[in-house]
């Protein structure tokens, strides 16, 4: 059998412990909640400015009481109704395009998280290969790879 040294498993100890730390805190800090918020708000406003912007023009020109009702009255005409179908047809465009990209935001932040759990989930088991070798002074650290793997593995979007 092979002359253990001691200082080299303990190098590899605590790389194989930064090595899982760096994985844990690159996917905590990479994936924070705000996307599909900032998206839906973005897409909101730009819903909400051509709503505006159609309320402006529709009817008589401009955003006083008279320009208001005809464009209310002018929006609704479009689907049969008067100045109350108006605002549905106004609001419309804000809540389609918020919950569009809502959607659209949280699709691409689960496919991207997906990729990065799968990264993670292989070098933590890179990882564990590397300590299984010498597992008698590992033992801690590969127990703790395991739940690190479980837990990643759980958190990961179907």
């Keep these: 059998m092979q002359e253990i040294d001691h200082d080299e ?3 590899m100890k605590n790389q194989a412990t930064r090595e899982v730390k760096a994985v844990l805190d690159e996917l905590e800090n990479d994936y924070p909640g705000i996307t599909e918020g900032m998206a839906t708000v973005l897409a909101s406003g730009a819903g909400a400015a051509g ?3 159609a309320l402006y023009g529709l009817g ?3 955003l006083s009481a008279a320009g208001i009702t005809s464009g209310l009255a ?3 005409s479009l689907v049969g109704g008067g100045m109350v179908a108006g605002i549905g047809v106004l609001a419309a465009p804000i809540a389609l395009l918020g919950v569009g990209a809502y959607a659209v935001a949280k699709k691409m932040k689960n496919a991207k998280l997906a990729a990065a759990l799968g990264t993670a989930i292989r070098k933590l088991y890179e990882i564990q290969e590397r300590l299984l ?3 008698e002074y590992f033992k801690e650290e590969i127990a703790g790879i395991k739940a690190a793997i479980d837990l990643l593995t759980k958190k990961k979007p179907a």
Aim: proline residues 0%; hydrophobic residues 45%.
């Design 60 to 62: 008589v020109t401009g």
């Design 74 to 76: 002018a929006a609704g």
């Design 133 to 135: 070798q010498n597992a």
């Design 9 to 11: 498993i303990e190098q």
């Design 51 to 53: 709503s505006l912007a």
